[in-house]
């Protein structure tokens, strides 16, 4: 027993679900012999009850398994972070109050609302006295991992959506990969107007719309242990995605606010998302 709830917890989500949905979704669209280049997946999306379920994880404490909240604390720095999924116009109200959330899911009669985890706190750059770094200054969240060696995306998709709010602060997307090298990482660059600022309008339902990054793969640099490599590799084919996370060091000391809702798999040509805004969508 002890075993199976650890591959399925009883509270939903897990590694096994995770795997499984996305693992559908490729032999779903291996299946369309119609389109060579397929519709978009998605890797995340906080209005299914198991993604809800992993971030309720890292909202409520350290539990292993779900999402990873970190920040400089570990080098002796002094940047904080929090992140919360709020789930409900009733949450985010609630939220706003400062009052416990519920975390249930919206109802069929607020379909206005998008679930998101909200990540927020302060930024400081400040190095303290008995730390051996040189700089300190981030913040960081990373999704939980995709077990048996990530999620082979192969040459199938050539890009990655991010359906985000933020602050306006460059923001850098975060990938593992399935590799020989295991300190490498790819970085990828969230940078678009504020959506979090005094003067801009905010719904106060829905917290307001939220902007969709593309980031193509090909665009993400290689990077290991912060520092770009000198000898890139190029994602541009053979893909297995093991971990997708965001992390903030602009270097600005303050206050951040970012929301992300969802994150997918996507083929972008010339300004669409194939399966999507084409013709033949959706597919």
């Known amino acids: 027993k002890m075993v ?4 399925f917890p009883p509270e939903g989500g897990g590694a096994v679900r995770r795997w499984m949905r996305v693992q559908k979704q490729l032999f779903e669209k291996a299946t369309d012999s119609d389109h060579v280049l397929k519709g978009p997946i998605t890797l995340f999306d906080f209005a299914d009850p198991n993604d809800a379920a992993d971030a309720i994880k890292a909202s409520t404490g350290p539990t292993k398994g779900g999402w990873r909240v970190s920040d400089d604390e570990v080098i002796g720095g002094f940047s904080r972070g929090n992140m919360t999924l709020i789930a409900s116009s009733e949450d985010f ?7 416990e959330l519920s975390y249930s899911l919206p109802s069929e009669g607020d379909d206005a609302f998008t679930p998101f985890i909200r990540w927020n706190g302060t930024l400081d750059t400040n190095i303290g006295e008995s730390s ?4 300190s200054g981030f913040c960081a969240i990373r ?3 995709f ?12 890009a990655l959506e991010f359906s985000v709010r933020s602050d306006g602060r460059m923001y850098t997307a975060c990938l593992t990969i399935s590799s020989y ?3 490498d990482m790819y970085q990828g660059i969230i940078d678009i107007e504020a959506t979090h600022k005094p003067g801009v309008f905010i719904n106060k339902e829905t917290g307001g719309k939220f902007s969709k990054v593309i980031l193509p793969l090909r665009s993400f640099a ?3 242990a912060g520092r770009e490599r000198e000898i890139q590799r190029r994602l541009d084919g053979g893909v297995r995605l093991e971990t997708v996370g965001i992390t903030l060091m602009d270097g600005v000391d303050g206050e951040f606010e970012f929301d ?4 997918r798999a996507v083929n972008y040509y010339d300004g669409d998302i194939l399966g999507e805004d084409d013709e033949d969508a959706p597919y």
């Not at 109200?93 to 009052?99: A, T």
């Not at 077990?147 to 050539?158: D, K, Q, R, T």
């Not at 992300?260 to 994150?263: N, V």
Request: aromatic share 12%; proline share 8%; no cysteine.
């Open 260 to 263: 992300l809702a969802r994150i």
């Open 147 to 158: 077990p048996f060696s990530g999620v082979n995306l192969g040459a199938s998709y050539n």
């Open 143 to 145: 999704a939980p991992q």
């Open 132 to 135: 051996k770094v040189q700089r």
């Open 222 to 224: 290689l990077t290991s």
């Open 181 to 183: 090298f295991p300190d």
């Open 4 to 7: 199976w709830k650890r591959l």
């Open 93 to 99: 109200q609630k939220y706003k109050r400062g009052e």
